[in-house]
């Protein structure tokens, strides 16, 4: 079902303060900002060979981020899968029992469509599938 991990995301309080630490220290390669208004979330991709790193920053006290910032404070926030088919990867999951938070794709940073996996069915890690 899965091909690859597209990213891995990483919760910040501040783009612009996470940044240098990736971009300069680390070395990796900077492709941008965005604001991902559905999620209430700026995010910052990065990429290390095929591999690529996703910062996010809530743009609201309301987004998931930020709750997730309250609770945990900064740090890994959720592995992102590229799939082939969403809808079908979707109907495979949901026929396996998992509980999905999107029963249907919707648009995430870059143009993709994706869908996320409850923690609670994913072993705590929350998971996002990307068509
Ligand atoms: N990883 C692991 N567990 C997480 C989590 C995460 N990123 N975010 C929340 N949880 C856990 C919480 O710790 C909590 O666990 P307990 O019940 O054991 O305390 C439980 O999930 C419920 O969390 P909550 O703080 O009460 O928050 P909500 O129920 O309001 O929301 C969730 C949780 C996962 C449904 C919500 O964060 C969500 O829909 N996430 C998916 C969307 C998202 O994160 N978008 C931003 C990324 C944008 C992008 O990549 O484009």
Redesign the pocket.
Known sequence: MLTKIN?I?V?VASLEEALPFYRDQLGMTYHGSEE?AS???K?AFLAIGESKI?L?EPTSPE???A??LE??GPGV??I?YSVPDIEAAIAQLVAGGARM??AVPRP??HGAR?A?I???SSG???T?ICG
Request: charged share 20%; aromatic share 6%.
């Open positions: 990213h995301g919760a991902v999620q209430k979330v995010v996703e996010l987004s998931p981020v709750k997730f609770k945990n926030h959720h992102a938070i999107d995430g940073a994706i996320f409850h923690p609670k705590g890690v929350l996002e």
